[in-house]
């Protein structure tokens, strides 16, 4: 079982930047697919980046490739997602979640299988 705490979320004006944290407990990050998604009133869940941490693997969702930024602290059994140049658009609840499982099952965007309870980010215009 992975405990997932986010934290980070805020609101800022468009092109600010936030760092959400993903904070895993009970089982260390090291071989775990994590994934970012997001989720905007009235709109479909999207996925936004994921990583997998046995070997740094990262992959991104086309409408943040180039702002988003995924990355590992394995000594703190924490990713983060960097957001740079943020846009209304980006607006919505943002959740972690992990899946263990194989580098493959992450290429393909296998369904993860333990999620955290999302944290707000809003960018106003």
């Known amino acids: 079982q992975i405990q997932l705490l986010e934290s980070g979320g805020d609101s800022v004006q468009t092109g600010g930047s936030l760092r959400l944290s993903c904070a895993a407990s009970?089982?260390?990050?090291?071989?775990?697919?994590v994934a970012w998604f997001r989720q905007a009133p009235g709109k479909e869940r999207e996925g936004v980046a994921r990583?997998?941490?046995?070997?740094?693997?990262?992959y991104y969702a086309d409408s943040v490739k180039g702002r988003f930024t995924i990355s590992q602290d394995n000594a703190k059994n924490t990713v983060y997602l960097q957001m740079n140049s943020l846009k209304p658009e980006d607006t919505a609840m943002y959740y972690c979640?992990?899946?263990?499982?194989?580098?493959?099952?992450?290429?393909?965007?296998?369904?993860?299988?333990?999620w955290g309870q999302g944290t707000q980010v809003t960018v106003s215009s």
């Open positions: 009970g089982y260390p990050l090291s071989s775990v697919c």
């Open positions: 990583i997998y941490t046995g070997g740094g693997s990262t």
């Open positions: 979640a992990a899946q263990v499982g194989s580098e493959y099952d992450c290429a393909s965007g296998s369904a993860p299988n333990f």
